[in-house]
């Protein structure tokens, strides 16, 4: 299938935010009353299950690819559904890289159903086009899996430009597969698509991008979904690669702390969401892990040694990049928080 292919070495150093002449994060928090910023508990079991991805986009803050080895082993995943066992997580919410490609990802899906938790698939859809994987649609069906897909725009141009060349339209056809089993129609088959911005600048009005997305989609291709995630991009990985090369990331870091949101921050998905990395260590959120920024502050720190009692109000590392979960109406995993 075609993929962007892009320089991407099997592990990657993290690219972390250069210094910016501005407030510290835990700063502005500070000065709206919000710092110490504190987990509520755990309602969302995030799992990473690695970096391995058929696709390279230039957005990803994953640094996923064809080339990328990381990947969850069973011990972990095991470790994964133990751990999730001692929470009252309502969902669980498996990512990667495409999850799929991973080889406990159906384990960790019927494991987690068996357990009575909703299950949520980031799923990039050219995956199920795959000829390795000619059952997943249905198998994630039968299982009520809620779908999480990325889809740039409803025009090729833009998502290829994003996403590889072809992807747009292996993109559509995995619409009308998941369409013809049920997806998108309204009832337990949940389809959500994701919406990132092409460039450096904040996503608009998640309800009326919402509206248009359904209009097109529908009069183009015939497609339905259930609702749209307009998701801020965050400045770090290939997205910083890109701010830095364009010269914009000086402009993109005043626009996000401008738009700080105290009613976003006071809202932010770290503090209901536990993020696990492929390799089992804990993180406040997906954007931590792919900056090595474990749960700190006394916290433990390794899926081995997990905790309720000592990681459902832990106290959430924050940095520079956390202005763009704050900006505006807010972002997260679930779209706008404000």
């Given at each position: 299938?075609?993929?962007?292919?892009?320089?991407?070495?099997?592990?990657?150093?993290?690219?972390?935010?250069?210094?910016?002449?501005?407030?510290?994060?835990?700063?502005?928090?500070?000065?709206?009353?919000?710092?110490?910023?504190?987990?509520?508990?755990?309602?969302?079991?995030?799992?990473?299950?690695?970096?391995?991805?058929?696709?390279?986009?230039?957005?990803?803050?994953?640094?996923?690819?064809?080339?990328?080895?990381?990947?969850?082993?069973?011990?972990?995943?095991?470790?994964?559904?133990?751990?999730?066992?001692?929470?009252?997580?309502?969902?669980?919410?498996?990512?990667?890289?495409?999850?799929?490609?991973?080889?406990n990802?159906?384990?960790?899906?019927?494991?987690?159903?068996?357990?009575?938790?909703?299950?949520?698939?980031?799923?990039?859809?050219?995956?199920?086009?795959?000829?390795?994987?000619?059952d997943?649609?249905?198998?994630?069906?039968?299982?009520?899996?809620?779908?999480?897909?990325?889809?740039?725009?409803?025009?090729?141009?833009?998502?290829?430009?994003?996403?590889?060349?072809?992807?747009?339209?292996?993109?559509?056809?995995?619409?009308?597969l998941?369409?013809?089993?049920?997806?998108?129609?309204?009832?337990?088959?949940?389809?959500?698509?994701?919406?990132?911005?092409?460039?450096?600048?904040?996503?608009?009005?998640?309800?009326?991008?919402?509206r248009?997305?359904?209009?097109?989609?529908?009069?183009?291709?015939?497609?339905?979904?259930?609702?749209?995630?307009?998701?801020?991009n965050?400045?770090?990985s290939?997205?910083?690669?890109?701010?830095?090369?364009?010269?914009?990331?000086?402009?993109?870091?005043?626009?996000?702390?401008?738009?700080?949101?105290?009613?976003?921050?006071?809202?932010?998905?770290?503090?209901?969401t536990?993020?696990?990395?492929?390799?089992?260590?804990?993180?406040?959120?997906?954007?931590?892990?792919?900056?090595?920024?474990?749960?700190?502050?006394?916290?433990?720190?390794?899926?081995?040694?997990?905790?309720?009692?000592?990681?459902?109000?832990?106290?959430?590392?924050?940095?520079?990049?956390?202005?763009?979960?704050?900006?505006?109406?807010?972002?997260?995993?679930?779209?706008?928080?404000?």
């Open positions: 299938m075609a993929v962007l292919e892009l320089p991407v070495a099997a592990t990657e150093i993290p690219r972390r935010p250069p210094p910016f002449a501005r407030p510290s994060f835990a700063r502005t928090l500070a000065d709206h009353g919000l710092e110490p910023l504190r987990a509520d508990g755990i309602d969302i079991f995030q799992i990473n299950v690695g970096k391995l991805c058929n696709q390279t986009c230039h957005h990803c803050h994953v640094d996923a690819g064809p080339h990328r080895t990381e990947r969850m082993t069973r011990e972990t995943a095991e470790a994964c559904v133990r751990a999730l066992e001692q929470t009252s997580a309502l969902t669980v919410d498996i990512t990667g890289g495409a999850p799929e490609l991973n080889p990802f159906r384990y960790l899906v019927d494991q987690s159903r068996a357990l009575g938790r909703h299950v949520i698939d980031r799923c990039n859809l050219t995956v199920l086009l795959l000829r390795s994987q000619p997943l649609a249905g198998f994630l069906a039968e299982r009520e899996v809620e779908v999480v897909a990325s889809l740039p725009y409803f025009l090729a141009e833009r998502t290829d430009a994003q996403r590889g060349e072809g992807v747009f339209d292996q993109s559509i056809e995995a619409l009308l998941l369409n013809r089993l049920g997806y998108g129609q309204g009832g337990r088959l949940q389809l959500n698509l994701v919406y990132n911005p092409t460039g450096a600048f904040l996503p608009g009005d998640q309800a009326a991008l919402e248009e997305f359904k209009r097109e989609l529908d009069r183009r291709y015939g497609i339905r979904f259930d609702h749209l995630y307009a998701i801020t965050i400045p770090i290939r997205f910083l690669d890109f701010l830095l090369e364009s010269g914009n990331y000086q402009r993109y870091m005043e626009r996000l702390v401008n738009a700080f949101n105290p009613a976003a921050a006071e809202a932010v998905m770290c503090r209901n536990l993020s696990v990395g492929w390799d089992g260590r804990l993180y406040d959120c997906d954007f931590n892990q792919m900056l090595d920024d474990t749960v700190g502050f006394g916290a433990p720190a390794h899926i081995r040694d997990f905790s309720v009692e000592r990681l459902a109000g832990r106290r959430i590392v924050t940095g520079l990049h956390c202005y763009g979960c704050t900006a505006g109406a807010g972002s997260s995993c679930g779209g706008t928080t404000a």
